[in-house]
């Protein structure tokens, strides 16, 4: 049983550039969220979506986009990265929106 | 937006020794989580409380729910070199999940 799969570990990007992670889970759980992990600020909710086709923003939601058409995928785009965006990232699925369970993160570097 | 309070932020301890670290809010909350994260890992779940009042225990890891609804401490007894980590409190009211920022554990040589 994998859980949550995060695709890449690591990037580096250049400021400017787009890119994907992708957050995989195989438990079917119906909820899914992204987080941002920075040095003293614990965990900030970016987006998240509670089924299929239904997404909706965090915390901090500026300067990233979400899909989700199955309930298996939730992707999170980054549309221009900026330094300010350099970050691990997370992403989480639960059940019905009670205990988060998490993939191992991706470590985002923009320069 | 809004975090929780944990402390302390960091704890040098001995091999051995017990820890305790808690987190408070001004919210209520239905639910109080405990994780930890390993370096380069996601967090992990080790204790969810459900009731105010309510003490859970995982191995040597304790966790209580206050009575306030407003506070949540875990301790570790006899810590040993894989307790190394972030620990992370998470408080969930009706609306959303709030995060504390973490206390680093690390051991002494």
């Known amino acids: 049983n994998a859980g949550v799969t995060q695709t890449p570990k690591f990037q580096v990007l250049k400021t400017g550039q787009s890119m994907t992670l992708q957050c995989a889970q195989d438990?079917?759980?119906?909820?899914m969220s992204w987080y941002r992990q920075d040095p003293g600020m614990g965990l900030r909710l970016i987006h998240y979506?509670?089924?299929?086709?239904?997404?909706d923003q965090g915390e901090v939601p500026n300067g990233y986009n979400v899909s989700r058409s199955t309930t298996e995928d939730f992707p999170l785009r980054l549309l221009s990265a900026a330094p300010s965006q350099t970050s691990v990232y997370f992403c989480?699925?639960?059940?019905?929106?009670?205990?988060?369970?998490f993939g191992q993160g991706t470590r985002l570097t923009v320069v | 937006g809004q975090q929780l309070n944990q402390s302390p932020q960091s704890m040098f301890i001995q091999e051995g020794e017990d820890v305790s670290m808690n987190c408070t809010s001004s919210?209520?909350?239905?639910?109080w989580l405990w994780y930890k994260q390993d370096p380069g890992e996601g967090p992990v779940l080790l204790i969810a409380?459900?009731?105010a009042g309510e003490l859970t225990s995982n191995g040597r890891l304790t966790a209580q729910f206050g009575i306030t609804r407003k506070d949540s401490f875990l301790n570790i007894s006899a810590s040993i070199p894989s307790d190394v980590g972030i620990y992370f409190c998470a408080g969930r009211d009706n609306y959303q999940l709030i995060w504390g920022a973490g206390t680093k554990l690390i051991i002494k040589p």
């Open positions: 989480a699925s639960s059940p019905d929106g009670g205990i988060p369970f």
């Open positions: 409380l459900y009731k």
């Open positions: 919210s209520i909350f239905n639910t």
């Open positions: 979506s509670v089924g299929a086709g239904i997404t």
């Open positions: 438990m079917n759980h119906e909820y």
